[in-house]
Each structure stands twice: as structure tokens, then as C-alpha cells.
């Protein structure tokens, strides 16, 4: 496998991590991924809420959240507070309801600004790939494992895939963009 079959793998991660974001981003419609990763202080130690408590759907405003342990009730609550997402949750002793606010158009805009830095915090995460690769060609030639045309051969195939990774970037936020403005 050549250095560059390995681009692949690292601008997948990026595009992962982006996606993931993206996922967190709050939308007017709730959604587990809004919460499932919020820390709770528990058993002696920080846990994502999504060990500690089943996730669910009520409807596409309402997060229903029912912890594993009754006793939890009190410690998720105080941690989705904590966590300063502006959700308001409420413990019925059971389990604890969340209803996701409807956004303004205003703040539909400003999560849009959110969304358009997290896809250009991804393409300088593809530049710092590129800046590896070609140093790894750079050394590579430096050291006549590879020709010089070889080189200039693997640093054109190297920009491919940067720009493809820099077209799924875009489509992404459009995509997500989208999203946020439908009302």
C-alpha cells in the first residue's frame, strides 16, 4: 500500500468528524446525538449520558431520557444543565423530558455561521494532511526511493484528493445549511 492509499483513511476521519459535528449541531428537530454525548459525573467517574440512560424520541420536539438507575435522575439533570446547551429539562421522577426550543431565523443564521466554520476547520484539517504527504514525497525523493517525476506524479494525485475531500466538505454544509433554514 502506497502513502497515498493512505490519504483515503485520514480524510475519512475528517469527513467523519465532520458529520459527527454536524450531528451535534442543534436543528429545530430533537434528536439523541443533541445529549448522548454529554458527561455525567457518576459511579465515581465522568461517563457519556448515553452509558447511563436509554435515549429516545418522543416526538420531533421532545428527548426522552430514562437513566438505567432511578438514582440517576438527579445527576443527568444537573449535568444536561451544566452542560449549557440551553435545554431545559424536566424530572417527572421517572425520567426526565426535554423540549427542544423552535429555532428564530436569527439563530437559524447563526448556526449556519456554526456550520460554515465547522466545514472550514475541516479543510484545514485536509490542508494538514496534504502538508504531511508531501512531506513524506518530499523525503521520499530526497532520499531516491522515489524519481523526481514520480514525485510530481504523486503530489498531482495528492491535490485530487484533496480537492474531492474539499467537494465533500462543501456538499456537506449545503446539505446541512439546508437543513437549518427549512422551517
Keep these: 500500500m502506497s502513502n497515498l492509499d493512505w490519504i483515503t483513511v485520514d480524510l475519512k476521519k475528517v469527513e467523519e ?3 459527527n459535528e454536524y450531528a451535534k449541531l442543534q436543528t429545530w428537530r430533537a ?28 416526538d420531533s420536539q421532545t428527548i426522552s431520557i430514562q437513566p438505567w438507575d432511578k438514582w440517576l435522575l438527579k445527576v443527568i439533570d444537573k449535568g444536561i444543565t451544566d452542560a449549557n446547551l440551553g435545554f431545559n429539562p424536566q424530572n417527572n421522577g421517572e425520567t426526565i423530558l ?3 426550543p423552535v429555532l428564530t431565523e436569527e439563530r437559524r443564521k447563526d448556526m449556519v455561521k456554526i456550520a460554515k466554520v465547522l466545514c472550514e476547520d475541516a479543510k484545514i484539517s485536509a490542508r494538514n494532511v496534504r502538508q504531511d504527504y508531501l512531506k513524506k514525497i518530499k523525503d521520499a525523493e530526497k532520499n531516491k526511493t522515489i524519481s523526481e517525476d514520480m514525485a510530481k506524479q504523486e503530489e498531482l494525485e495528492l491535490q485530487k484528493y484533496i ?21
Excluded at 35 to 43: D, G, L, M, T, V
Excluded at 163 to 175: H, L, M, S, V
Aim: charged share 25%.
Design 163 to 183: 480537492d474531492k475531500a474539499n467537494e465533500t466538505f462543501d456538499d456537506a454544509f449545503k446539505k446541512k445549511e439546508q437543513d437549518i433554514m427549512k422551517v
Design 17 to 19: 468528524h465532520l458529520h
Design 98 to 100: 426535554i423540549k427542544v
Design 31 to 58: 434528536h439523541p446525538s443533541l445529549i448522548e454525548s454529554i458527561f455525567i459525573e457518576s459511579y465515581g467517574s465522568q461517563q457519556p449520558l448515553k452509558n447511563l440512560a436509554s435515549v429516545s424520541i418522543l
